[in-house]
């Protein structure tokens, strides 16, 4: 790769949803290619998930080539609901870029390498890149970035369900648990549920539909269910309690599989 002297550099690198052995060359090229790692905690809960990003360098870069620099997650209001969601999120984004800014001034000499690790693909809800360019924009720090795609915890999930996430020329949606609270989506019967605190699937199952969860997925913690809705979701929320309880935190997404209804099979 053809380096500018004297502009800071940063790989936004997508490390999969759990699973080392998830990293793609490319991120383990990227990695090596790295002087200072940026790590943001959230404190005790996901010490866990410091420790997988650790344990992926220790496996992958020779140790005394880079730095680690860490800072804590501001905390986020979780309080606010409805409409007050967006500015709430909005205050913790530039509280956010405050935190990018400052470790990209300060510990990632000019020319020198940065990197964020993201769980998953960087694309998929994920507020680096919007952070990163709000950091530009601000106009206080230059730098390049470029991105790394990574394994989601979507295509994470179907794989080890072995099953696609769309069927035969149909349409697939991604979405959250606050969202699906509000309905199943229009014109669309598969559909993906991530970021879900309140297992809104309990809200659907009255309905024809299939559910595929997985939790943890690709840790040695992994739990994964699959079946009709009605049957798998008191055995899935006793699995979750028990996980929750277990851990401290969870991570879990599914896909929603809605059977056709007659109407559609006749027509
Ligand atoms: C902030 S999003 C990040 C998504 C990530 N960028 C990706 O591509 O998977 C966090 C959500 O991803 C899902 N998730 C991430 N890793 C997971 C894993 N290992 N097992 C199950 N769900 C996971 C959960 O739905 C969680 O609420």
Redesign the pocket.
């Known amino acids: 790769m053809g380096q500018t002297l004297g502009v800071r550099k940063i790989h936004v690198i997508?490390i999969g949803?759990?699973d080392p052995d998830q990293l793609t060359l490319q991120a383990v090229r990227a990695l090596r290619n790295t002087d200072v790692f940026f790590v943001l905690g959230k404190g005790e809960v996901k010490s866990d998930l410091t420790q997988l990003r650790r344990d992926m360098l220790d496996a992958h870069v020779s140790e005394g080539t880079y730095r680690v620099v860490e800072a804590r997650d501001p905390e986020r209001d979780r309080s606010a609901g409805g409409s007050a969601y967006s500015p709430a999120v909005g205050d913790w984004r530039s509280a956010r870029a405050d935190i990018y800014e400052r470790m990209i001034t300060e510990e990632l000499g000019e020319e020198q390498t940065g990197a964020f690790l993201?769980?998953?693909?960087?694309?998929?809800?994920?507020s680096t890149l919007g952070i990163l360019e709000e950091v530009l924009e601000r106009g206080r720090v230059t730098f390049e970035y470029d991105v790394i795609p990574?394994i989601?915890?979507?295509s994470?999930?179907v794989a080890r369900h072995r099953t696609g996430l769309n069927r035969v020329a149909r349409p697939v949606q991604i979405t959250t648990g606050r969202r699906l609270a509000e309905g199943f989506p229009e014109g669309v019967d598969d559909v993906v549920?991530?970021?879900?605190a309140h297992q809104t699937f309990r809200q659907y199952t009255d309905e024809d539909i299939d559910i595929y969860w997985?939790?943890?997925?690709?840790?040695p913690d992994?739990i994964l269910a699959s079946g009709p809705i009605a049957e798998a979701a008191p055995r899935i929320e006793r699995l979750r309690a028990e996980a929750r309880e277990r851990k401290g935190w969870i991570?879990?997404?599914y896909l929603l599989r809605r059977n056709p209804r007659d109407e559609h099979r006749n027509g």
């Not at 993201?118 to 994920?126: E, F, R, T």
Request: aromatic residues 10%.
């Open positions: 997508g949803a759990g993201v769980w998953g693909d960087p694309a998929l809800y994920d990574g989601s915890s979507v994470a999930l549920v991530m970021l879900d997985g939790a943890y997925i690709g840790t992994e991570m879990d997404t």
